[in-house]
């Protein structure tokens, strides 16, 4: 008899003992006990310490926390942050025990404090300081839905771990320091009946029916006999003693009418307590971002999601809202609707440059480009030509003009759909010569066999577009890792004609290089920004932050489009989806772009003092990013970076040196940066 | 310059137009609608049809619905059972937009009827129907925590589709027939408050205040003067005025108490209605299971996590409750612990043999088997002899003693163990020479280097135990999918003198083949009773149903051991994770495993009639079962087998003609399937 076929090396490897078929060496005695408490029955989270009950630790905000995320060692939370930066971290809380019912393991209690110095000064909780909770889209920890502060409770699962996203925004005129403060977590009785409301009405109404009865037969007191009163009030004294006595008062009844209240010691004395210490620092981001992120946003989805009209005034109060809400990403909106093909109508100001509307839009210090609307792009009547010329001639003299760009045609293909774009570039610069138009394309003409391959064409569009276009935005998509092919691209430009490259990503690239799909990693979707201030490009454009599939009800299911990676398009959520609140809901790739975005205004601080070369070395040295395929997975680096930065900055000098030492050492530099990273930074 | 290295088919293959950049075919006109209604701000579930609300559709048991399942039509439901049986079935809810908050995107309230036939008979619901709804462990549906009846509310949350388990359990003494009913489930308010008790707490407690202070006014008005009576009796008034129209009540003030309660009407008027058939024919299952399936429950885990002393009156209400509630899944159980090396103490009995409980464990019909306890294993006293003396004495000469059996020692490895094994086996022998002792194994002695391999070696076994054992046991994992090696397995025994063979899965064997991990399909579930049907041993063992990691705590999180497959010893979990009950919550796996041997009933009784190799015929026709790696992972080849076997079965003919035509011919059975298959049974 031979030996098993399908199991030959198997045979040779019995299971591990002890565990084949039974008891991993557990059993007869085990002596750690995991915890100082047992619980019997239901656990009282107003007796027992919180950290007994939960785990609370901290991760970075890069950090893809799902459910199944594993506890750590709670530390405190150490920051670095410039002037006009988000800065955010997150907290996981994940139950030990159930203490809930219903299937809740149990709710938390999140307090949060402000921040303060040691001079006095505040980062204030609920501007400065935000709390958000970290919803799964699609199983992929993404969504953040607001939650409120100082105070707010959240439900716990079995098993199951959740994390919060805090976010520290420094406004522009904060004094640099050290900034202090933390975040108490604490856990409280679950409503029991929470879900049974029915229950808790008809309590009610059965209450109310006594009390109305007791107040019936006291009532018409007046001119009645004195007998007659006290047997009255007699009966009312015996109702409301029944009433009193009712289930519905008891457990107050019980204890006094207070016991039972969580008070603000038992809150502190039980609680887990997160320590946040930021330290702000002299530079400030510049309120203008140095290189512009151009974003659409789809009319048509709003439209449609919010059952607004074109052009009322709810639809008005919705773009602006949404126009608000994008620039504090150091994002450039613009909303669009595509047409036949692929042309395009895109405009950041949905007023007309004559409304009052349009300057404030325009001269807005956090919009770094805009797009004006090409008119005949919908209809090509000279009603719009006539309203193109107009928009033109009030806006080229505006001091913000420079910022202005047309957006026409998104990725042509065909030598008809250059000629196009030509053509309606021709009809913009009889009006204003000095007009940018911007093209989108990640291959030459398929038609014209000018050519010997698809990147020699790809490289080519300039000599075809030019004059007509002004900003060649190219997809990394073609690059794919190949970042020695950006010098072939730029070649063919001519900045000094006012020709600059951009960039974009879309359902490409794809994993492993930068992009901003869900399921990526938190260093993956930063990375975009890092690939941009590597590549050198001066621009940004991604198509679309709000390109769900279609649906016409404000809060229905959120559903990526068919054929996109999931998320691609999708930067924000509607946030009816999570609240009764109408303000949109950002994901975690938003907050990573943002990231990016700051990222590079340190890496531009950097290089303004030290050049670029320096600054390239700095990204490479600290392993951040190398290039598309070699970008840190890790938080460190991007920590270790930043405090280079700080570092090396000549303002550190004017922090307060009971903050950080002035020497140069480097000893004592890389002391700093250790320290930096050994508090979690 | 060349085509980029990188993406070289890429390059040739453009983005599909339209995706690219933008619109993806979504823009200027998409004419068709989801949704006949339009809902700005919050959706009202209580004017809204639920349908508008909540997508439901129902699946198989053996499906693994995870939190993205995507929705599918509904169809009523039709199931096929005997006496005696459980059929399940899963509904599947998932919110088409959101009508709750605080990240809730709606409750539902979920009601269901008993299930009554023409002739008015019923599947009373609390005791026939159940409900549970499935919680992900580690991300895979499984557990089963039980949802009240008729009436409960569930949570449904953005984007996650949550499953709903509904089992008929057909009573020994039912009526044959076909029995109807149905599950309504309504989209209802979701408490805004839920989460923020202490609103309510602070509320409730000023509410009291005011209703003391109202009483203690009117309490003492015996012998006052009447004009302070009525200056009391004013104040009370005016008092209780205040409380009634304050904010507490204010909803039922303006709705005259009871509009805002959702009345019946409403909840039909709304609700979806899942239909439920099921056909209950002539066949009971055997209420003793016609294969014994021992598995093992730790006692240790029991006492940590319960904090029981062994021996206290808690422990021994603590086993007795897990004995009575795995018998459900025709499971016969045994106790256990693990001593030095892999000895085992394994009983199925708490008490001693003269203790009453002894006669009704044993003689219990639903037991199949029973493990006795050999008291030596811990303690090799005297007295720990005599009390083994003692226990066989009394057994021996019992009608249940035929069930009995030893089980010493989980998988010897060496000679040493092997021969403790003989000498234990002879103390049992010499009391009680009938006596059968369990052995599991999947290798022969290590330190024999009697044979040309270790399949040899595993072949041998019985020839070094008997006649020290009599239920050779073997690992699922030595055959892997060679079930031809069976027959290798079986000539070694002698089934003259009483041998017999057993199998158990435990580690191994692992995907595909059928084993009860999580993860594992839940075709791959059931299958673990047909292979043993198709290979034709004669019980099976499962080395422990409630084998979680160590905790001291009832209500602690459950985790897996380490250095085990997820699920590999866990088939239950603790209720006090789930809710304040302390029933056991069952896996998805559990059921499955049931499902499996109340085939192998269907199977024997098929195979009574037709004979075993028509039995075979039935399982590999219907594409049920082929092998190892050959089974189905669709329900419908279960169902066809079933309804076949319903079909075939002489008992079809007591059924009323008006169930089901007693035609022969094909073609009406045929279409009897079809009709099953239809109806998604």
New interface residues.
């Given amino acids: 008899?031979?030996?098993?076929?399908?199991?030959p090396q198997?045979?040779?490897v019995?299971?591990?003992?002890?565990?084949?078929?039974?008891?991993?060496a557990?059993?007869?005695a085990?002596g750690s006990?995991?915890?100082s408490?047992?619980?019997?029955?239901?656990?009282d989270p107003t007796k027992v310490p919180s950290a007994e009950l939960l785990h609370v630790w901290c991760m970075h905000s890069t950090a893809n926390i799902g459910?199944?995320e594993m506890p750590r060692p709670l530390e405190s939370i150490s920051l670095l942050a410039a002037r006009n930066e988000r800065e955010s971290v997150q907290i996981a809380i994940?139950?030990?025990?159930?203490?809930g019912?219903?299937?809740i393991?149990g709710?938390v209690h999140i307090r949060c404090s402000d921040l303060c110095s040691s001079s006095g000064d505040r980062l204030v909780v609920g501007q400065s300081l935000t709390l958000r909770?970290v919803?799964?889209?699609?199983?992929v920890p993404d969504a953040l839905?607001p939650l409120d502060v100082p105070d707010t409770?959240?439900?716990l699962f079995?098993?199951e771990t959740t994390s919060i996203w805090a976010s520290i925004d420094v406004p522009n005129g904060q004094p640099p320091g050290q900034y202090e403060g933390h975040i108490s977590i604490t856990a409280?009785?679950?409503?029991?009946d929470?879900?049974?409301?029915?229950f808790?009405?008809?309590e009610?109404?059965q209450l109310?029916?006594e009390?109305?009865n007791?107040?019936d037969v006291?009532?018409p007191?007046?001119e009645k006999p004195?007998e007659e009163?006290?047997n009255?009030?007699?009966c009312?004294?015996s109702t409301?003693?029944k009433?009193?006595a009712s289930p519905?008062?008891q457990e107050?009844y019980q204890d006094n009418?207070?016991a039972?209240?969580?008070d603000e010691d038992a809150l502190t004395n039980l609680s887990v307590h997160v320590k946040i210490s930021i330290t702000v620092w002299e530079f400030t981001l510049p309120l203008t971002p140095s290189l512009p992120a151009v974003f659409?946003i789809?009319e048509?989805v709003i439209e449609d999601r919010?059952?607004l009209e074109h052009g009322s005034d709810g639809w008005y109060s919705a773009l602006d809202q949404h126009f608000n809400w994008l620039l504090q990403y150091r994002i450039s909106p613009f909303f669009?609707?595509?047409?036949d093909g692929?042309r395009?109508l895109a405009y950041t100001c949905p007023w007309p440059a004559d409304h009052p509307k349009s300057d404030e839009y325009y001269s807005n210090p956090r919009l770094a480009a805009y797009a004006v609307p090409y008119a005949p792009i919908l209809y090509c009547s000279d009603a719009a030509k006539v309203a193109l010329r107009k928009e033109l001639e009030i806006l080229k003299s505006k001091v913000h003009w420079p910022k202005a760009y047309f957006y026409l045609w998104?990725?042509p293909?065909n030598l008809e759909q250059f000629e196009l774009i030509r053509s309606m570039s021709s009809d913009i610069r009889a009006y204003a010569p000095d007009a940018r138009v911007l093209t989108?394309y990640?291959?030459g003409p398929s038609d014209a066999h000018l050519t010997a391959?698809?990147?020699?064409a790809f490289?080519n569009v300039p000599n075809l577009l030019r004059p007509h276009t002004q900003i060649f935005c190219t997809?990394e998509?073609?690059?794919?890792?190949?970042e020695d092919?950006v010098k072939?691209i730029t070649a063919e430009l001519q900045p000094g004609k006012g020709e600059e490259w951009w960039t974009?990503v879309?359902?490409?690239p794809s994993d492993p290089l930068p992009n901003l799909h869900l399921g990526m990693r938190g260093t993956q979707s930063r990375a975009v920004m890092w690939r941009v201030w590597k590549e050198g490009s001066t621009g940004f454009l991604y198509?679309?932050a709000n390109?769900y599939?279609?649906?016409?009800?404000?809060?229905?299911?959120?559903r990526f489009?068919?054929?996109?990676p999931p998320g691609d398009?999708v930067l924000f959520y509607p946030g009816?989806?999570?609240?009764?609140s109408h303000e949109p809901v950002a994901s975690a790739r938003l907050e990573h772009f943002l990231s990016g975005m700051q990222d590079i205004e340190y890496l531009n601080l950097y290089s303004s003092k030290f050049g670029r070369e320096e600054g390239l070395s700095l990204l490479q040295r600290t392993g951040v990013y190398l290039g598309p395929e070699r970008y840190t997975l890790d938080h460190m680096a991007i920590a270790a970076m930043r405090a280079e930065i700080y570092r090396a900055s000549d303002s550190l000098s004017e922090i307060s040196s009971s903050l950080i030492s002035r020497s140069q050492s480097p000893n004592l530099s890389s002391r700093f940066v250790n320290s930096i990273r050994e508090g979690k930074l």
């Fill in positions: 008899m031979d030996a098993i076929g399908e199991n198997n045979m040779g019995p299971p591990v003992e002890g565990v084949g078929g039974g008891g991993t557990y059993g007869w085990d006990l995991e915890s408490y047992s619980f019997r029955g239901v656990a459910q199944q994940r139950p030990k025990l159930s203490w019912s219903s299937g393991a709710t909770r919803v799964p889209i699609l199983g839905a409770q959240i439900n079995p098993g409280v009785k679950t409503e029991t929470s879900l049974l409301q029915s808790g009405k008809s009610k109404f109310y029916k009390l109305k007791c107040l006291i009532q007191v007046d004195l009163v006290i009255r009030v007699k009312a004294t409301l003693k009433v009193l519905t008062f107050l009418g207070s039972d209240m969580m659409g789809s048509t919010f059952g669009c609707r595509w047409g692929m395009i998104d990725e293909l989108t990640y291959c391959n698809t990147f020699e490289v997809s998509w073609v690059l794919g890792s190949r092919l072939d974009y879309c359902l490409g198509w679309g390109c599939e279609k649906t016409m009800i404000a809060s229905g299911e959120i489009r068919r054929g996109l398009g009816e989806v999570f609240s009764s």
